[in-house]
Structures are given as structure tokens and as C-alpha cells.
């Protein structure tokens, strides 16, 4: 009997300390870090291959937690692929196709909540520090859509007189925005060199301020969108040129943050994000950046326009030095904040899939198994089924077969160009190179299933449908 207890004793204790050393939740909701960079393709940081600078920062946070491999922005544009971060929606569902111009007269509707806006309701901080490019008329900017403070610009900074293309004639001043209002005008390059500087500057001290309450902070940083600029503290720091040194300096950046949330003594109670608003603009050349071997770049329903390199870092809770190859999107995002910290999801439907226990470690889980590559105003160009996808006749850009520009200018990259139906497997063929649509009629029928669902609820302007759950994009009163 005394064996007994002393087996069954040692038993529990056993049971104990496993149990102990289990994850366990923090003690409170975690502060949020989103950093959402503009036109970074998917091999631009040395961790995925980048070659004639390093990013140290950003390789160290991809050994501190997970790196996901197989993630992918919403749509392979600017306003669209932002309005799918924030509403946890594919773009066209609320309305959000292309890159708004500074006299659109169109935004994200503000009916639509983000993630700021179910945060609040925490009691969350909120702030943004970047380029937001979701209406550049006051009833669209961050302060209607749940952000307590923002300081940056309002759209891409390629939008202002000095364009190199024809329509420079119609782009306006480019100004600086704090909060609702108009700040310094941005004339030239060497102004534009303090792009990722005052961004920083200003991250770091919205984390001081905010130290002891939760906050959300998302940093759009808007480069390495061209034109390129960059201070004189990286200038003709690496060895890939003005592109290279603008690298350099965004991993200088994001390295900041990093610092501060440790100087605050935040580091182990903050979830980092990382990742892409969309590919590389390859036609830039020397200015653009690496879609890491994967077919195409912006602008394309290809995977190098939409594979996006994306670490998460939460000391303790993500996995440290780990690499997941689970299908993952932007749209992903906000149900997984809400879920983390205990905030509601939006009243009006999202198309988002929370992906916390994945992310917390649990490799048996795979929350996404569907994919929807929507371009254009509202073209459903592809569908995919785990590592299937299966991409629909349409026009589209097209850079192979094009000499790209250099030092600044772009050169051709047709948007016209009739791609034809096709099925690759992604597992066996991440560029998108083979076509095994004729050897595979089973896949071809159950991602057809899938592409009729999506018409019946999103539409398709490649046949002429119109879906019926989508929602109006925000519209000035004054246009």
C-alpha cells in the first residue's frame, strides 16, 4: 500500500510539473505591434535569401518566433491589400479594389470596424505611424477609424509632382498628416529620406507614452515603395544599391521598436507582426526588391504578388526558431487579435480564420484550407485548396519578357496580357511554372466548386457576376 502511495505520489508530482511547464496565458491581454511594409517582396530579408545587405533585426525576429512561409497579403495592391488587413475581409467585400488616388473621393467605409476599433473596446491605445492609404479626405483618415493618434501620409508617396510618369501633372502637394491635419509638405527625395526616421521616432514614443495600458500600434512604414529615399545615415551602406541601403535601414527600424518594447520592460507581453502589403513593383529593376523565385510581382494574382514574408514574435507563447509552411492571409489577422485579447469579432461578416492555436504552437491545426485571389475591381483570377491552385483565363500585368527599368524609372510591364486557365501544384512547383491542368479533372472540379461559391458570394466581373454579400465603399460627401 505505502509502494502504491508512493508511485501515485511521484505520479502526480510527475503531472504537476508538466502541467507547470506548460504555456500558460498571460497574466494580461498583450500589446499589439503590426508592422505592415509597402512593396517588400518575399525575398528581401537575408533570413529568405536577400543577397548585398543583411537584416539583422529582422532575422533575429524570425529565430525569436515563427516564421510563416506561406502567407499571403490579400490582394497584390496598395488600398486594397490595407483595407483587408484591418477589416479581416477580402478586399471586394467591402468594396476595396486598386490604390486611391489623392482625388478618388472614395475610403474605407466607415461603417466597416477594424482592428483599432474592436480594441478600443478594450481599452486598448491606438496608434498609427505610416502610410495609411485607405481616403485621404478627413472623413476616411485613422482618427474616424478607431485610432487615437496618427502621424504620417496619407497615400503612396509616388502620388505628389515629381511622379516620373505623364499624369505628374495631376497628383497635388504631398503633406505630412498629424492627426486630422495638414503638416509639412514633402518636395523632393532628400524630404522624403525622412520617411522611415520620424515614423520611428514616433513608434517608439507612442510605446513610452503608453507603457502602462495595452496598446495597439501598426507601423506602415512606406517604403521600399519607389521612389526610393533614404537618410544619410545608410546612404551607400550596402551593396545593392539605393535599395539595399533602404533595407538597411527599415531592419534599423523595426530594430528600435524592438529595443524600446525591451527598455519598457514590454518585450515579453507584446505579439510582433511582420509582414508585406504586397510584392515587389519588378519593373522598377534596381529599385524593386525580390519576389524570392515565386512568378510575378505586384500586381498580379501570381504568387510572387501576393507571398509575403510575415514573423510573429510573442517571447513565451509563439514558438521561438520555428518555421510554418501552413496557408495563412492578412485577413487572418484580426480574428486572431480579437480572439487573444478578448475582443469581439465585427458585427458585419469577415472572411477571416482565427489561427491562434497555430500560432501558440499546435502544428495539427490548419485553420485555412481556401484561398481566394481576387484582382482588378472584382476578378476572381485564382482559387486554392491547400497546395492546389487553380488560376482562371484573364488579363493581367505582365513582367517577364520585359527589360525592367533602372534608377528610378520603370519599365514596361503590359497590363493586358491574356493569361490562359491553368492548375499548378504548389508544393511541387512554387513558380508556378507546370501546368497539370489536363492530368488533374478531380482538383480542376472541386476548386471550380470552390470559385462558383465565392462568385455566388463575392461576384466575378470575368463572368459578369455580382456577388450578393458584398458591402459599398465609403464615399466623400464632398465629391
Known amino acids: 500500500m505505502l509502494r502504491f502511495l508512493s508511485v501515485l505520489t511521484v505520479s502526480l508530482l510527475l503531472c504537476f510539473l508538466m502541467a507547470f511547464q506548460q504555456k500558460t496565458p498571460p497574466a494580461k491581454t498583450p500589446n499589439i505591434v503590426l508592422f505592415f511594409i509597402d512593396d517588400l517582396g518575399y525575398g528581401d530579408l537575408s533570413v529568405t535569401g536577400a543577397l548585398g545587405y543583411k537584416t539583422p533585426n529582422l532575422d533575429k525576429m524570425a529565430a525569436e518566433g515563427t516564421r510563416f512561409t506561406n502567407f499571403m497579403a490579400a490582394q497584390a495592391v496598395c488600398s486594397a491589400s490595407r483595407a483587408a488587413l484591418l477589416t479581416g475581409c477580402y478586399p471586394n467585400r467591402v468594396g476595396v479594389s486598386g490604390a ?27 496608434g498609427i505611424f505610416g502610410k495609411w492609404h485607405l481616403g485621404s479626405e478627413q472623413e476616411f483618415l485613422p482618427l474616424k477609424q478607431g485610432f487615437d493618434e496618427y502621424f504620417g501620409i496619407p497615400y503612396s508617396h509616388d502620388m505628389w509632382p515629381l511622379h516620373p510618369w505623364q499624369e505628374r501633372a495631376k497628383y497635388p502637394p504631398l503633406h505630412w498628416i498629424e492627426g486630422n491635419e495638414q503638416g509639412k509638405e514633402i518636395k523632393t527625395l532628400e524630404d522624403a529620406s525622412e520617411l522611415t526616421p520620424r515614423i520611428t521616432e514616433r513608434s517608439v514614443s507612442f510605446i513610452r507614452k503608453n507603457k502602462k495600458n495595452p496598446f495597439f500600434l ?35 527600424a523595426v ?22 502589403d504586397n510584392g515587389p513593383w519588378l519593373n522598377y529593376g534596381d529599385h524593386a526588391g525580390s519576389s524570392g523565385g515565386f512568378r510575378e510581382g505586384k500586381g498580379t494574382s501570381f504568387e510572387g504578388g501576393q507571398r509575403e514574408p510575415c514573423m510573429m514574435r510573442w517571447p513565451g507563447v509563439v514558438p521561438a526558431g520555428r518555421v510554418s509552411n501552413k496557408l495563412l492571409s492578412t485577413i487572418d489577422i484580426l480574428p486572431t487579435i480579437a480572439r487573444l485579447t478578448g475582443a469581439r469579432l465585427p458585427k458585419e461578416k469577415i472572411d477571416g480564420i482565427d489561427f491562434t492555436d497555430l500560432l501558440e504552437g499546435d502544428d495539427s491545426k490548419t485553420p485555412r484550407e481556401n484561398f481566394l485571389y481576387y484582382y482588378r475591381k472584382n476578378s476572381l483570377e485564382a482559387v486554392r485548396k ?17 527589360l525592367p527599368g533602372k534608377n528610378g524609372e520603370p519599365g514596361p510591364a503590359p497590363e493586358d496580357y491574356q493569361y490562359p486557365k491553368a492548375l499548378y501544384n504548389l508544393a511541387r512547383d512554387p513558380g508556378e511554372r507546370y501546368d497539370v491542368l489536363e ?3 478531380e482538383i480542376v472540379a472541386e476548386l471550380e466548386k470552390i470559385a462558383d461559391e465565392a462568385r455566388e458570394d463575392l461576384g466575378d466581373d470575368l463572368q459578369k457576376m455580382a456577388g450578393k454579400n458584398v458591402r459599398s465603399v465609403g464615399r466623400s460627401e464632398k465629391k
Open 100 to 126: 486611391f488616388g489623392p482625388s478618388s473621393g472614395t475610403g474605407l467605409n466607415p461603417n466597416e470596424e477594424t482592428i483599432a476599433e474592436l480594441l478600443k473596446t478594450k481599452g486598448y491605445a491606438t
Open 218 to 252: 501598426y507601423i506602415p512604414y512606406p517604403l521600399p515603395h519607389v521612389p526610393l529615399a533614404v537618410s544619410a545615415k545608410f546612404k551607400g551602406k550596402s551593396q545593392r544599391g539605393i535599395f539595399g541601403d533602404v533595407l538597411m535601414e527599415l531592419d534599423w
Open 255 to 276: 530594430g528600435e521598436v524592438m529595443k524600446e518594447l525591451k527598455a519598457q520592460g514590454l518585450d515579453e507581453n507584446t505579439l510582433v507582426i511582420f509582414t508585406s
Open 386 to 402: 491547400h497546395d492546389w491552385k487553380l488560376v482562371f483565363a484573364h488579363p493581367g500585368r505582365r513582367y517577364e519578357g520585359s
Open 439 to 441: 492530368q488533374n479533372p
